[in-house]
């Protein structure tokens, strides 16, 4: 079975700018949710979708946005990007309670 | 108290050596623990999930859940050096049951 796919693997942007990141879960799975793993606060939950609803959401500013498709594939979106939204950003698919990662979105913002 | 808590390390264990990799949790976490191992740049890989008091065995990896105590603990039998690495412990809980990570424990094999 495949696994956990994001896209992109890389990006660079600009302080302002906004970004869009894509998740497609493994075959199966309904939920999906987004981490931020950075050296100073270690992984942080963001969301959690589940059937195309947003089940769970972590303690990250309303310019961190996601959802989530009839196919569980999600997207999240960062809107006016600061700084110290460089990071690496996770997605996980799950069925019951493990969760499996993704390779990550590693985001660095200039 | 944190949730979920584990020593950044680093933990330094000789190759052939068992590695202990422990971590404590509050009442606000569930009894649904989760080890993770993950390399430098790279993302988590679940390697252990454990749901009831006792020991689960796979391969050379123990995991070990004291409710009464609330630890977590991963033993690796005869580590190697690939098995360097954070180790992650996760569990359940908070207000909106979302799965809580702690910081993390390097592991560092020395051959």
């Known amino acids: 079975k495949a696994g956990v796919t994001q896209t992109p693997r890389y990006l660079i942007k600009t302080r302002g700018q906004q970004v869009t990141l894509s998740c497609s879960p493994i075959?199966?799975?309904?939920?999906v949710s987004w981490y931020q793993q950075t050296p100073g606060q270690g992984l942080q939950f963001l969301f959690e979708?589940?059937?195309?609803?947003?089940?769970n959401k972590g303690n990250f500013p309303g310019r961190f946005s996601g959802r989530q498709f009839s196919n569980s594939r999600s997207e999240m979106n960062v809107s006016t990007l600061e700084l110290g939204d460089s990071a690496l950003y996770l997605c996980a698919s799950s069925t019951h309670n493990e969760q499996y990662f993704g390779p990550g979105t590693r985001l660095t913002v200039t | 108290q944190k949730e979920v808590e584990q020593n950044s390390g680093p933990l330094s264990v000789p190759e052939g050596a068992i590695a202990s990799l422990n971590c404590t949790y509050s009442?606000?976490?569930?009894?649904?623990f989760f080890w993770y191992r993950q390399y430098s740049g790279k993302s988590p890989e679940l390697i252990m999930s454990?749901?009831?008091?006792g020991d689960k065995e796979d391969g050379r990896f123990t995991a070990q859940l004291n409710k009464a105590s609330q630890y977590v603990s991963l033993l690796i039998r005869d580590s190697q050096p690939s098995d360097s690495a954070t180790y992650l412990c996760?569990?359940?809980?908070?207000?909106?049951?979302?799965?809580?990570f702690g910081t993390g424990t390097l592991l560092a094999v020395q051959p």
């Open positions: 454990i749901y009831s008091n």
């Open positions: 009442d606000r976490v569930s009894q649904s």
């Open positions: 996760a569990g359940y809980g908070g207000a909106t049951n979302k799965l809580i």
């Open positions: 979708y589940f059937s195309e609803t947003q089940r």
């Open positions: 075959s199966g799975h309904r939920s």
